[in-house]
């Protein structure tokens, strides 16, 4: 399949999983002997937030092998975050990427907030700034709720972006067109993935 038949199939595995008709379970053991006896061979990469609540293989109904998911608070993008992108989408020629972000983020409402944080989770919460100040920019007399919203959504924007600029190997498969990357929001209360070019 090609990335946007991969998106499409993702998207029909997100309506199941919505519906409550999820057909993981069925598939895993034959697939876990698979990728055990041939290796991975991911169709999607996902970089999404730690978020317990943020589960992409239950979220897309895939199973094992089928998702390469790299997961860190608040999805942002350092240098271990792109260097396993990179694995991906060189080693393993996965033609797909979704950078996930989510209602509720705790890392984003934090950078928000300028909560008071461990060093280490300041660090996480650096890498946010900018997304929240381009909003801040852009929107002005909005409630916090709503700049928090507008945040997370900035926020997937931006590590787009910055992997792109980090990494000649993401940004010259996406110029081959060997990689697609399409940025989203999960709804945590619907479990819908809502894609932001859609929107």
Request: net charge negative; with cysteine; glycine share 6%.
């Amino acid at each position: 399949m090609n990335a946007e038949e991969i998106l499409d199939h993702l998207s029909d595995g997100n309506e199941r999983f919505c519906d409550g008709k999820s057909t993981l379970t069925a598939k895993l053991a034959e697939q876990r002997l698979d990728t055990a006896q041939n290796g991975q061979h991911p169709h999607t990469v996902v970089l999404t937030c730690s978020d317990s609540r943020v589960v992409p293989e239950l979220i897309f109904d895939q199973g094992i092998g089928e998702l390469f998911v790299v997961r860190v608070a608040g999805n942002v993008a350092g240098e271990s975050e792109v260097g396993s992108v990179e694995f991906a989408v060189k080693k393993l020629e996965t033609p797909l990427l979704i950078v996930l972000g989510h209602d509720d983020c705790g890392a984003v409402t934090a950078a928000c907030m300028s909560a008071d944080v461990p060093e280490n989770v300041q660090k996480i919460l650096d890498r946010i700034h900018h997304p929240i100040r381009k909003v801040r920019a852009a929107y002005h007399d909005i409630d916090d709720l709503t700049e928090i919203e507008r945040a997370i959504e900035a926020n997937v924007d931006h590590v787009i972006e910055g992997l792109l600029e980090k990494s000649a190997v993401i940004s010259d498969a996406v110029d081959q067109g060997k990689l697609l990357i399409v940025p989203a929001i999960y709804r945590i209360d619907s479990g819908k993935v809502v894609y932001l070019a859609d929107q």
